[in-house]
């Protein structure tokens, strides 16, 4: 794996980007006028966030992006100091090659302190003629409001199945990967709309067998498939405490799962579960969300996964 697949097949232009329909008509427009205001891109990861800004940046100043493009990761450079040494300096300098702004893009925005977060607004307003932010996050309300009502504001959602579907297909077609239908809706399923999780999971499958099955995207990515999730609530229903218990362990050992990933497959996986009445999965929610909490908190893994089990057997049978 000499390159990531998730950097090889990025979109290089606003037009190639998938999904995002709403939001890419808007950035085409802002592409091909040369000219846009602040930007902030909310969502969730795996999106296109960082894609479309990429991709915009490259439509508006070409091969020669870089020269006028400052690229930082706000989660590494947080503080204050950070704000007023690159972000101030490289702002206040003329654009390269007649450009009428130069573009600073802060990742993971949201991670800025109240302090930076002041600064950079200070920032914005200087220098608004000679420079344009674009900023990213996975929450928007962890920007600070003076900063928000500077920048038009972009909500990426989790892509549609039928999208990280079709792009994974494509993905593993110029790869030179066989794909199985039933394992390109295996990665659907565990990417929840995250693309970038869905090419990830496809590649590190492929270093194993180049013909790729559902069985193996469950067993590279931690993800127990949803019909032994049900096994184990059937477990747990009909066939007592030892033998769920078991069933439990097997599901951990054989797809390598952390207690807080079986709690969220679990919860993620009950509600298709068409065995269990609406009174019992209710129950069973609220037990999850306690499990969860105590496992977060440092609680040990066996005792609360076992507890979990002694409930939902107490109460299923």
């Excluded at 989660?75 to 206040?92: G, M, N, P, W, Y």
């Excluded at 009909?238 to 050992?253: K, Q």
């Excluded at 969220?264 to 065995?275: I, K, M, P, S, V």
Aim: net charge negative; aromatic share 8%.
């Amino acid at each position: 794996m000499s390159e990531l697949w998730v950097e090889r097949h990025r979109p290089q232009a606003v037009s190639e980007i998938r999904g995002q329909h709403a939001i890419v008509q808007r950035l085409t427009v802002y592409s091909a006028k040369k000219e846009f205001p602040h930007l902030l891109f909310a969502g969730p990861p795996g999106t296109g966030k960082t894609t479309a800004a990429m991709a915009l940046t490259k439509d508006v100043f070409g091969k020669e992006y870089r020269r006028n493009l400052l690229e930082m990761n706000a989660s590494d450079e947080r503080k204050l100091e950070s704000i007023r040494t690159k972000v101030k300096q490289f702002a206040r300098t003329a654009p390269y090659g007649g450009a009428q702004f130069k573009i600073i893009f802060l990742d993971e925005a949201d991670a800025l302190t109240n302090d930076a977060q002041g600064a950079l607004r200070r920032i914005m307003e200087q220098y608004a003629e000679t420079c344009r932010f674009i900023l990213s996050c996975n929450y928007s309300s962890k920007i600070i409001e003076p900063i928000q009502s500077r920048c038009a504001v972009f909500r990426f959602r989790p892509l549609s199945d039928a999208d990280v579907n079709a792009q994974v297909h494509h993905v593993a077609q110029h790869e030179g990967v066989t794909l199985e239908e039933d394992a390109g809706d295996a990665l659907t399923r565990i990417s929840q709309g995250d693309l970038r999780k869905a090419i990830t999971a496809l590649q590190v499958a492929s270093a194993i067998n180049l013909h790729i099955t559902r069985d193996l995207i469950y067993e590279t990515s931690a993800t127990a498939p949803p019909e032994a999730l049900h096994q184990y609530l059937m477990a747990c229903r009909d066939d007592g405490f030892h033998a769920a218990r078991r069933r439990l362990r097997e599901l951990l050992d054989r797809y390598g799962l952390a207690g807080t990933d079986f709690v969220n497959q679990l919860h993620r996986e009950l509600y298709t579960a068409d065995f269990l009445n609406e009174d019992a999965k209710l129950d069973i929610t609220e037990w999850m969300a306690e499990v969860e909490y105590r496992l977060v908190e440092g609680g040990g893994e066996q005792i609360q996964l076992d507890a979990l089990t002694a409930r939902l057997v107490t109460h299923l049978r």
